[in-house]
Each structure stands twice: as C-alpha cells, then as structure tokens.
C-alpha cells in the first residue's frame, strides 16, 4: 500500500524557516516524481512545487520561488521542502503528493502537515 | 500559467439527482491533461477522473468527465449522500505549473 507521512508542520513567525519531510512507503521512491501541494485554511488547492524522480530537474510555483527548495534522499524514501523567509500567507496544511503518468497527476496523497506562521 | 475557473461555486441538491461541474480554462489544455478531484473535510483529496474522461482506479460510474480544449465537466449521475464535498479540476501535464480550479462545494439540499 503506498503511503506518504508528512512530518514538521509547527507555528514559525513570519521570516522564520522550516523544515517539512516526507516519508513514504509501499513502492519503489526512486521511479517517482513527487509534488508538494498547499492549502490555506479553508481555501482551495494550490501547487507549490515538483521534484523529478532522481532529483535533477525541480520547479516552483511563483508564490514560493526563491523561498522554498525541494529536495530527495531515494535512498531514505524521503522527500523535503526547506521553507524560508516564511510569510504569514503561507499558512496552509502542505501535501506530499506522488505522481503518477504525468508529472502533475496525483493519484496518492499524505495527510498533510499544517505549517503556521503567524508573530 | 493556464487559469481554470469553476463553476457554479456552490452547487445545492438532493441525493438521487444529477450534478453537473463546469472547468473552463484560460487556454487549450494541451492533450486533455485534465483531472477531477474530491476533497471531503479533514481528509486529502481523493483522484476521480483524469484524461479528462477516464475514471480513477475504485471510482464508481457515476461519475463521468467529459469535455477538451478549454471547457470541461464532471458529471455524477445519482448523487449518493457520500458524494457531498468540494470538488477541484486540475491541468497537469509534464510541465508545471499545475495549476487547480477554485473548487465547487457541492452540497445537500
């Protein structure tokens, strides 16, 4: 069964930085690209950011670039988001989402991690 | 960064009836990379369609997605009381952005 656990959601002020991971479980990490998606609270969904299967190739959405970088440890089944210069408007429950045929098709989700920021 | 706008924002019926979504896109949807989701509270969103037409693995036939080009629907035949939810269209492909509709909140009347 593939599962995704994010971890590392917690209260930052504004201009603080986090750490969010990713574990996941049940297939091969190696072979998959793997998105970050973020929703506000009571908001719709938004795309944050991809990382390629071995890593090479990630993008951002322009909400977060220069901000934020993804990364993969495919020897650990893990994936990251080191969040930066943190906004107020980034309080949201971040997904780790795998994809699936395409890049941005997701067919499993983790439950989400809540990140806050907030003085 | 192709825009997708949902349609109507709030949709109020009865279980039994029909429903009928609407996705429409600022520009083509290159290859019909369209998909559907369902988001019930508290829980991540669950895939339905993609392809635009084709449904997710366990999805039952009630639900149908059609449409190319720009515009798009989800249909769900005979809503099930489960069926109530916020449901999201998304433009994915192999090049992000990926971006997602605002949403439509389906709910009991």
């Known amino acids: 069964e593939v599962q995704l656990v994010e971890s590392g959601g917690a209260l930052v002020q504004p201009g603080g930085s986090l750490r969010l991971s990713c574990a996941a479980s049940?297939?091969?990490?190696?072979?998959?690209?793997i998105n970050w998606i973020r929703q506000a609270p009571g908001k719709g969904l938004e795309w944050v950011s991809y990382?390629?299967?071995?890593?090479?190739?990630?993008y951002y959405g322009d909400s977060v670039k220069g901000r934020f970088t993804i990364s993969r440890d495919n020897a650990k089944s893990s994936l990251y988001l080191q969040m930066n210069s943190l906004r107020v408007e980034d309080t949201a429950v971040y997904y780790c989402?795998?994809?699936?045929?395409?890049?941005?098709?997701?067919?499993?989700w983790g439950r989400g991690t809540l990140v806050t920021v907030s003085s | 960064e192709i825009v997708l706008t949902q349609s109507p924002g709030t949709l109020s019926l009865s279980p039994g009836e029909r429903a009928i979504l609407s996705c429409r896109a600022s520009?083509?949807?290159?290859?019909?990379?369209l998909a559907w989701y369902q988001q019930k509270p508290g829980q991540a969103p669950r895939l339905l369609i993609y392809?635009?037409?084709i449904r997710a693995t366990g999805i039952p036939d009630r639900f149908s997605g059609s449409g190319s080009g720009t515009h798009f629907t989800l249909t769900i035949s005979r809503l099930e009381p489960e069926d109530f939810a916020v449901f999201y269209c998304?433009?994915?492909?192999?090049?992000?952005?990926?971006?997602f509709g605002q949403g439509t909140k389906l709910e009991i009347k």
């Open positions: 392809g635009a037409s």
């Open positions: 998304q433009q994915y492909g192999y090049t992000p952005p990926f971006s």
């Open positions: 990382i390629s299967s071995s890593g090479s190739a990630a």
């Open positions: 989402a795998r994809a699936q045929i395409t890049s941005g098709l997701v067919a499993h």
């Open positions: 049940g297939f091969t990490f190696s072979s998959y690209e």
């Open positions: 520009q083509s949807v290159r290859s019909n990379y």
